[in-house]
């Protein structure tokens, strides 16, 4: 699959997703958190969840956007946002030469950061309906499970776009051995412990089961390639 088609594809999926958030905004106000790890002020280079996050505002609900962006602004804080309803805080940075070289071991830094910064404890808002978060999940540094737990949080959804680490170790992106499991024991953690799983297709839903095993989420399939018209329901 060419690299143009599968970015068409992912984009869908994450449009979609807003369809099924509808499960958890069928009042007329809720608020929800998104984990992206990437955000754009001036609007040039907007990332999937941007969108999704600006969507949903325009539906009329109020979203709290953290970025995880290790290679974000150096000073962190609060972003310039669209829309009054939705508030956007980029996690403190760091220098890139501090940071690992590659692929996800850029965040594992950025993870410890985010839970002993407390300028982000302080961003989250007292209770959210739902927290929506991406593959792959050892990114969101178990935001959406501690906040769940914590009571801030009704329900979590992580929408899987690939396999993490399995999608990575094919292409190169990450090593194998150790590390790889390692990573591999992580992403399953985050797996497991959300409510709700977005899937692309069937057989992604049966090489979750396999792969990941005993996974308890609840699924829902949005096939990328489906006409709009199956959604507007």
Not at 113 to 136: E, Q
């Amino acid at each position: 699959m060419g690299a143009s088609r599968r970015v068409g594809q992912v984009r869908r999926l994450v449009c979609r997703a807003i369809d099924v958030m509808k499960a958890y905004v069928r009042s007329n106000h809720k608020r929800l958190l998104i984990l992206s790890g990437r955000y754009s002020e001036d609007g040039q280079d907007r990332w999937l969840l941007q969108e999704l996050a600006e969507e949903l505002c325009r539906r009329g609900h109020e979203i709290d956007l953290l970025i995880l962006d290790p290679t974000g602004q150096i000073r962190g804080g609060q972003l310039e946002t669209c829309d009054s309803r939705l508030r956007a805080y980029q996690v403190q940075g760091f220098e890139r030469s501090l940071l690992p070289r590659y692929g996800t071991a850029k965040y594992l830094p950025q993870a410890l950061r985010i839970h002993l910064d407390p300028r982000v404890r302080g961003f989250f808002s007292d209770r959210y309906d739902a927290c929506l978060f991406t593959t792959p999940g050892v990114v969101s540094a178990g935001i959406a499970a501690r906040l769940k737990r914590s009571g801030q949080c009704d329900s979590t959804m992580m929408i899987m776009w690939d396999f993490f680490p399995v999608t990575n170790t094919e292409v190169g992106a990450i090593r194998g051995g150790r590390v790889g499991d390692a990573l591999f024991k992580l992403e399953q953690m985050v797996v497991r412990s959300a409510d709700d799983l977005v899937l692309m297709t069937p057989r992604g839903e049966r090489f979750l089961d396999s792969y990941y095993t005993e996974v308890p989420g609840r699924r829902t399939i949005i096939p990328p390639w489906g006409r709009d018209e199956t959604w507007d329901h």
